[in-house]
């Protein structure tokens, strides 16, 4: 079911800050600019001129290992999760992100770096009201190795709460870990926003050979080795799964809306996660268009 229970909101004024891509090692700088009313996020790549913005939702995604990206008529946009967490986290529904590289900054691997731009502007409500897709009955994907799943039930109040569940394992570094957060601006930016990308170890060394990472190092982001994060320590003795949540939050907000129930993650990453959102869009459509000839025949 589709309502609204706010708003659509954007900035106030437009921002920007700057870092280093983790996956080719540019400077970048990200702008994030206000948008009106129904415009939604999209990207656009200044250093490819005269491409048209890209639009952040599912239907732009395309496949890749271990993140998101979007593209559409020549430009591609690299690991758009975390700046998509911190948007729809500060609930910022209307935005022109403008990078002029392949990818964001990595910042310290979390969206605050991003937070802490978008919070130098204020969020300014519009006309349009937000729509909210409320989930109506229980869905569920898993992956073909079913080691792991996302699903998603009804709630019994408006709200989105997502639960994350991580288990690599007891050879694993990374300890078992779950959480759920029930999202709102205020927990985003006190349970989650911080949560840091983590990696093994051997998976770094893997991207480095496919030359991937070479300006980043253990300090940008979380590497974990035998006995745990090298030259780093942990935020949050449970920031893994913090980050997974946040992961998850970014990658929900493609479908375009606001989202209330409950969405329970284990061991799923970002394919899963669009694969969820994806369903629960075609499920909605599906009824949606059962109502209406219902409707009609009324
Ligand atoms: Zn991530």
């Known amino acids: 079911m589709i309502t609204s229970y706010r708003k659509q909101r954007s900035l106030s004024r ?21 948008a009106n009313d129904n415009h939604g996020i999209a990207f656009q790549r200044m250093d490819l001129a005269g491409t048209a913005p890209v639009p952040a939702r599912l239907e ?19 690991m758009t999760e975390h700046v998509m967490a911190a948007l729809a986290g ?37 006309s349009a009201p ?11 994907v898993a992956a073909e190795d079913a ?19 991580l288990d690599y394992g007891s050879r ?12 709102t601006p205020e927990t985003f930016l006190a349970e989650i926003c911080f949560a840091r990308t983590f990696i093994l170890e051997s998976e770094a060394a893997a991207l480095k050979a ?11 982001l979380l590497i974990f080795g035998p006995k745990g994060p090298i030259d780093n320590t942990l935020r949050a003795s449970d920031e893994c799964v913090r980050h997974k949540i946040l992961d998850c939050l ?15 993650a284990f061991r799923s990453g970002h394919r899963l996660n669009r694969d969820l959102v994806k369903k629960l869009q075609l499920t909605h459509a599906a009824t949606e268009g059962i109502s209406t000839r219902a409707g009609a025949v009324a």
Do not use: M, W
């Open 147 to 165: 080691l792991s799943e996302v699903s998603c039930r009804p709630l019994s109040y408006r709200s989105l709460a997502i639960g994350y569940h």
């Open 90 to 126: 500060l609930q910022i529904d209307n935005c022109l992100v403008q990078i002029n590289a392949p990818e964001p900054p990595g910042g310290d691997g979390s969206s605050q770096l991003f937070v802490d731009s978008l919070l130098k502007a204020d969020a300014v409500e519009q």
């Open 60 to 78: 732009y995604t395309v496949p890749r290992e271990r993140r998101t990206a979007i593209s559409h008529q020549g430009a591609t946009i690299e």
């Open 14 to 34: 437009p921002v920007e800050t700057r870092g280093v891509g983790f996956l080719t090692g540019a400077d970048v700088v990200i702008k994030f600019l206000p």
């Open 210 to 220: 496919q030359g991937y990472g070479k300006r980043t190092t253990a300090k940008d």
């Open 250 to 264: 970014g990658d929900f907000a493609l479908i375009g809306c606001d989202l209330h129930g409950y969405f329970d």
């Open 130 to 140: 937000r729509p909210c897709l409320t989930v109506g009955r229980p869905l569920h």
């Open 172 to 183: 694993s570094p990374i300890r078992p870990q779950s959480l759920v957060v029930q999202i």
